[in-house]
């Protein structure tokens, strides 16, 4: 069975950066298209960034572009999100997701693997 744990969520101030870890189990990350979204209350999970596993080939919502990166790493079979220069509309819970039915979709519903989600805020 696969599950995803997210991690390395909490507070932090305008500006600063910030690294969230999924720790895939059951199978290698490499199997599937991973991906990062997020969740506020009242709106809709939106996506933030995706990885093909096994070429590395990436895609970003257009908001993060430039100050996230995804990166997996198949020793420790998990998948990270470098957040930069981060503002108060990142505040959000973060959440893993894989799939391998499309290649970068942005609707939730088209990943059927999610973690628990991990609390990121950002303070002005």
């Known amino acids: 069975q696969v599950s995803l744990v997210e991690s390395g969520g909490e507070l932090v101030q305008a500006g600063d950066s910030l690294r969230l870890s999924c720790a895939v189990s059951?199978?290698?990350?490499?199997?599937?298209?991973m991906g990062w979204f997020r969740q506020v209350p009242g709106k809709e999970r939106e996506f933030v960034a995706a990885?093909?596993?096994?070429?590395?080939?990436?895609d970003y919502a257009d908001a993060v572009k430039g100050r996230f990166t995804i990166s997996g790493d198949a020793v420790t079979n998990t998948v990270d999100l470098q957040m930069n220069s981060l503002n108060p509309e990142d505040t959000a819970v973060y959440y893993c997701?894989?799939?391998?039915?499309?290649?970068?979709?942005?609707?939730?519903?088209?990943?059927?693997?999610w973690g628990q989600g991990t609390q990121v805020t950002v303070s002005s």
């Open positions: 990885i093909i596993g096994r070429s590395s080939a990436t």
């Open positions: 059951g199978r290698p990350y490499t199997a599937y298209i």
């Open positions: 997701a894989a799939t391998t039915i499309v290649f970068f979709s942005s609707k939730p519903d088209d990943w059927y693997l």
